[in-house]
C-alpha cells in the first residue's frame, strides 16, 4: 500500500477525501469542465419549449446548480486550505532560513486579528522610515553631484 503520509499502511478518511478533493478540483479545473457545464445548461435552455418552461423545468436547473455548488464549497475549501498551509510552511522556512529575518513573524498566521494590524502597522512605519532615509540619502547624494 501507498504511504500516505501518517504513518499508518491505510489512508485514513482525511487522505481519502483529500485525494478525491484533489481529483475533483483538478478535473472541475479543466476547459472541458466548463465546455461540459456550457453544454448541459444550453441543453436545458433548449429543452425549455418542449416542456413549456414549466416550474419544473425551472427546478431542475435550480436544484442542480444549487447541489454541484454546495459540494463544491467543501472540495475547493479543503484543497485551499492545503495550498494555504503549504505557502505558510514555504514562507516559514525561508524566514527562519534568512539571516537577520524575525522569526516571530514564521508563525504570524497564528495572531490574533488585533495583533495582526499592529504588527502590520509597525511594518508600514518601518516602511515608511527606510523610504524617508533612502530619500535622504538621494537627496545629499544629488546635492553633492552639483
Known amino acids: 500500500m501507498e504511504s500516505t503520509g501518517n504513518g499508518n499502511a491505510q489512508p485514513t478518511i482525511s487522505d481519502r477525501f483529500h485525494k ?12 472541458w469542465a466548463f465546455v461540459l457545464s456550457v453544454t448541459l445548461l ?19 436547473i435550480n436544484t442542480a446548480t444549487t447541489i454541484v455548488t454546495f459540494l463544491m464549497v467543501f472540495l475547493i475549501q479543503n ?8 505557502v505558510q510552511l514555504k514562507l516559514a ?14 508563525t504570524v498566521e497564528d495572531l490574533s486579528e488585533e495583533e495582526l494590524e499592529a ?8 516602511a515608511e ?8 540619502r538621494r537627496g545629499k547624494r544629488m546635492k553633492q553631484a552639483s
Not at 478525491?20 to 476547459?31: D, E, H, I, L, R
Not at 504588527?119 to 518601518?126: A, F, G, I, T, V
Open 79 to 86: 484543497t485551499q486550505n492545503r495550498d494555504s498551509l503549504a
Open 129 to 136: 522610515d527606510t523610504l524617508a532615509h533612502l530619500e535622504g
Open 119 to 126: 504588527l502590520h502597522e509597525s511594518y508600514r512605519k518601518q
Open 42 to 60: 444550453l441543453v436545458w435552455a433548449i429543452s425549455g419549449p418542449l416542456f413549456g418552461f414549466s416550474e419544473t423545468w425551472q427546478l431542475i
Open 93 to 106: 522556512e525561508l524566514i527562519i532560513a534568512m539571516h537577520g529575518a524575525k522569526n516571530k513573524v514564521a
Open 20 to 31: 478525491f478533493a484533489c481529483t475533483v478540483a483538478n478535473w472541475m479545473g479543466q476547459p
